[in-house]
């Protein structure tokens, strides 16, 4: 009997023990969901912002990106925001604390290089929230410098979104007769972004190098170049400007170029050198004709290689000291350039640089 007791009491211990960890692991097991906690905050966040004088326009980057732990799941959003002279960073970070303490959420605010401040908002230890403000120079707003980015040979995909997607102008040249010129010019049309005809020219290496045959040649007399410029023209309506593909030997040639950038004036177009050749008399012939123009000033992607890219970017960064405009080409079979530009578009856009559409730059030349 005793026994028999001793064993009672033994299960008992046992189930009593097996309960304990049961709810321990319902307990610590569970994982917490804050998904619908971390987007309320961020959209709570935004709005002080916005009444603190923060613009749309100031933010210069966006993450959001979905997070799970073993005790956890959330949305981790960050933002950069360029700071105008005009905001009170103090008060707008004051008010920022305020909204996360109402949700029981710790503030943490640390400083950065170069003058970075960064606004971290955890909840239980959890990092909900990122804000980085990178306040721009009064000197450099003041100087309006502008940036204008081209994307060459369009038409051969018609999808673009590796540089739509990065949300700032980008001007695209399309070839003509390629399989998507057409539907490429309908959709960037619709999108209200402007293009321009990328014309085939007659290189220096030619017969080597073939411009194909929608291109324009030193032996094309004027009207022969007329006939295939309209041509061309008419498989990417809606276009406002005109940039040579290739033609080292043909944008050389003052004659011929006199020939074809009267037609384009015609047209009632702008030109843009892409200067393939130190021997372009594109400039000069466009004063001559009066003709609203201007010149590439670089090719980022010569190598689709990320580091070669980046020097690039980085020496376009260092010529805004001096200048209040530039020019760049890219090339849309490039596959490390998308990447690479929206790295530098929060760095270009911390030194007061706007990045514009090609005729904005054109209207102001």
């Given at each position: 009997m005793t026994d028999s007791k001793g064993i009672i009491k033994i299960l008992y211990a046992v189930i009593l023990c097996l309960i304990g960890v049961l709810l321990w692991v319902l307990w610590h097991g569970t994982r917490q969901n804050y998904t619908d906690l971390s987007w309320k905050f961020d959209a709570t966040l935004t709005d002080t912002m916005v009444a603190g004088g923060i613009k749309n326009s100031d933010i210069v980057s966006r993450v959001q990106d979905e997070k799970k732990s073993a005790r956890a799941s959330w949305t981790f959003y960050s933002k950069e925001i360029l700071l105008s002279p005009s905001v009170d960073l103090?008060?707008?970070?004051?008010?920022?604390?305020?909204?996360?303490?109402?949700?029981?959420?710790?503030?943490?605010?640390?400083?950065?290089?170069p003058?970075?401040?960064?606004?971290?908002?955890?909840?239980?230890?959890?990092?909900?929230?990122?804000v980085i403000f990178m306040p721009a120079s009064a000197s450099s707003a003041s100087a309006h410098k502008r940036?204008?980015?081209?994307?060459?040979?369009?038409g051969y995909t018609r999808d673009l979104s590796a540089f739509t997607d990065l949300g700032i102008p980008i001007t695209f040249a399309v070839m003509p007769y390629e399989l998507y010129s057409r539907r490429i010019a309908q959709d960037l049309t619709q999108k209200k972004m402007p293009y321009i005809l990328h014309l085939p020219m007659e290189p220096e290496a030619y017969p080597k190098?073939?411009?194909?045959?929608?291109?324009?040649?030193?032996?094309?007399n004027a009207e022969e170049i007329k006939h295939k410029f309209l041509s061309d023209l008419a498989t990417v309506p809606g276009v406002v400007g005109v940039s040579n593909h290739m033609g080292s030997r043909f944008s050389a040639n003052a004659e011929k170029m006199r020939i074809l950038l009267s037609l384009v004036?015609?047209?009632?177009?702008?030109?843009?050198d892409s200067y393939t050749t130190p021997h372009s008399v594109a400039g000069s012939v466009a004063r001559e004709l009066h003709l609203a123009s201007a010149t590439n000033q670089l090719f980022v992607d010569e190598k689709d290689d990320a580091v070669y890219m980046q020097r690039q970017f980085d020496d376009i960064l260092k010529k805004f000291q001096k200048l209040d405009r530039f020019i760049a080409i890219g090339h849309i079979q490039k596959k490390n350039l998308p990447a690479v530009l929206k790295h530098y578009i929060p760095l270009f856009k911390a030194q007061g640089i706007e990045f514009v559409y090609l005729p904005a730059l054109i209207e102001q030349q």
């Open positions: 103090k008060k707008l970070i004051s008010a920022c604390e305020s909204a996360a303490k109402k949700r029981r959420m710790v503030v943490r605010v640390s400083g950065g290089a003058g970075k401040t960064t606004v971290d908002f955890t909840y239980r230890n959890i990092l909900l929230s990122r940036f204008a980015m081209v994307i060459d040979d369009i190098i073939d411009p194909g045959k929608a291109a324009v040649m030193t032996a094309m004036k015609e047209q009632k177009l702008f030109y843009f």
